[in-house]
């Protein structure tokens, strides 16, 4: 049986899906609370930084891929309009329904489906543009995924994926303190649950760092990719544009 990561454990590859699952199923109610807590509130300046390079324009069809909680499908459908079509998923049901809700709150109805990213239910060539935040570390193939993403890609399309990746050198002792001292008792504190928190952590080392990620994109479906560094090379936004 394929063996795959989770976290700092090895596991089996078809159990990955469930056990992130049980994560994010555990922390979805206190989901953007700790984002703010553990990034000191800059996840939405990362965030907004990827709506604007994003730029996404009205009309276009946008796919958002593990939107969670709705930030990313929010902005990007106040830009699409009326004309365009934004298309919010996640593989965790419970994380999509507290996106879902605080879409509602903010008066916007959007397409909601829960998916796996390495086999997307969409036609071939269907999207201009596909957010991926915070997500692609948790996948079990990150190959597949990107192949996918790429295949309901229009050519010329682009992939933005935001994520956790390598900090600089001068950071990376403080930041691995922060991330296995401070990270988990605050998960505990705050979400009464520290070893979801010690995953997400662990998940970040595991992830590939930026030129990997880079490289990985290039393989799999992306002609030309650049990466944007963020806080120090803590958080990398990477844009892929599809070949063809």
């Known amino acids: 049986m394929t063996k795959t990561h989770f976290g700092y454990e090895t596991v089996d590859e ?11 199923d555990s922390v979805a109610g206190k989901y953007d609370l700790m984002n703010d807590l553990m990034s000191g509130g800059l996840h939405r300046a990362w965030k907004a930084y990827t709506v604007m390079v994003a730029n996404v324009q009205a009309g276009q069809r ?28 996640d593989i965790n049901e419970a994380m999509l329904r507290t996106g879902r809700d605080r879409l509602l709150d903010a008066g916007v109805i959007l397409p909601t489906v829960v998916c796996d990213a390495e086999r997307l239910p969409f036609a071939d ?53 922060y991330s296995f001292k401070v990270l988990p008792r605050l998960g505990q504190l705050v979400a009464g649950d520290a070893d979801s928190y010690r995953y997400l952590a662990e998940s970040i080392r595991m992830h590939p760092n930026q030129a990997e990620l880079k490289a990985l994109m290039k393989v799999n479906g992306f002609g030309h990719v650049d990466f944007h560094n963020m806080t120090g090379g803590v958080v990398a936004l990477h844009v892929g544009i599809k070949c063809g």
């Not at 078809?14 to 994010?24: L, M, P, S, T």
């Not at 930030?71 to 934004?86: I, M, S, Y």
């Open 62 to 89: 946008v796919l958002d891929i593990a939107g969670g909680t709705g930030d990313l499908a929010l902005a990007f459908a106040r830009r699409a309009g009326a004309a365009g079509q934004v298309v919010h998923t």
């Open 14 to 24: 078809q159990d990955k899906a469930r056990r992130v699952r049980g994560v994010f």
């Open 125 to 177: 060539g269907h999207f201009d543009l596909i957010s991926v935040a915070f997500g692609l570390r948790n996948m079990t193939r990150k190959d597949a995924a990107l192949r996918e993403m790429a295949r309901v890609l229009k050519p010329g399309g682009r992939l933005l994926v935001l994520e956790f990746s390598q900090a600089a050198k001068p950071l990376r002792g403080l930041y691995d303190l």
